[in-house]
């Protein structure tokens, strides 16, 4: 809250955001981009200094605006407004390449690691594929519902580093879900809150993120609190803690064949 970014550990200046929630660089580390509530603004990473900021990219809540892993110029953003859009810093930032309705808030979108989809995620543990050069739906994901809390469950997901699947976790999920990349199918589903410290503790998926150096290890992070009886001598009614797990999917991918085919009908390169 409040803003404040720095730049190779030591801060450098202050943006002035209501509300700060993610940054993101491109791939040639020439700019970067900061999301909070409404708006994302775009930085020039040597410098730190603001060259265009753009309140009017959607109506709601902004998470995690997101640059192509190889395209330096191209960003993609979903929001609570139920749209994903998608940007080109070489053309006018006032209007979006494509914009795609969702139906449902979406809270994370992430590039591909050849750029040719999109995966987004969000409300109602939904989490749908897009074709990167038109905004095509994909695919949708084969998560199931959990039920009455499926309004609360906010899912966030990842591509493996190798392209092959898509790793879904949701907020009130106690599971850590494999999907096919090119089909959508589940194809595993693993307990991640199996460890807890005591059967009376309350978990939250809280994020997800991809081991870099390897396609199939993850890691979760877990809020956890154990509810403690209101008295007198116990002003907070809980006792919380962070929980991390980390979670190879080597056994299962191994046991999958014929997903090595890239996503989508059409190649990024039509856009350039």
């Known amino acids: 809250e409040g803003g404040a970014l720095c730049l190779e550990g030591e801060p450098c200046f202050e943006a002035d955001m209501e509300w700060l929630n993610s940054v993101c660089s491109n791939s040639t580390d020439d700019y970067f981009i900061a999301g909070g509530l409404n708006e994302v603004r775009l930085f020039d990473l040597a410098t730190g200094s603001l060259l265009q900021s753009m309140p009017h990219w959607h109506t709601a809540f902004v998470n995690c605006p997101k640059f192509a892993n190889r395209h330096p110029n191209l960003i993609a953003s979903a ?7 998608m940007w080109d810093t070489r053309a006018s930032l006032h209007r979006p ?14 590039f591909s690691p050849s750029d040719e989809a999109l995966l987004v995620s969000g409300e109602f543990s939904k989490v749908w594929q897009f ?31 190798d392209g092959r699947f898509a790793i879904v976790t949701g907020r009130l999920d106690d599971s850590l879900h494999m999907c096919s990349a090119r089909t959508g199918e589940l194809v595993e589903s693993f307990q991640i809150r199996d460890n807890r410290p005591s059967s009376s503790m309350h978990l939250l998926t809280r994020t997800s993120r991809p ?13 956890g609190w154990d509810v403690l009886p ?3 001598h116990n002003e907070h009614p809980s006792d919380g803690s962070t929980l991390a797990y980390i979670l190879d999917i080597g056994a ?21």
């Open 230 to 232: 209101q008295g007198p």
């Open 211 to 223: 081991d870099p150096f390897h396609p199939h290890r993850f890691t979760v992070l877990v809020d």
């Open 131 to 161: 074709c990167t050069s038109d905004g095509r739906v994909h695919s949708e994901l084969g998560i199931e519902s959990i039920g009455d809390d499926d309004e609360g469950n906010y899912t966030k997901s990842y591509y493996t580093s």
């Open 252 to 272: 299962a991918a191994a046991l999958v064949a014929g997903e090595r085919d890239p996503i989508g009908v059409r190649g990024i390169c039509d856009m350039q």
């Open 79 to 85: 929001s609570l407004d139920q749209t994903l859009c």
């Open 97 to 110: 390449c494509w914009r795609q309705e969702l139906g449902w808030g979406g809270c994370m979108v992430c």
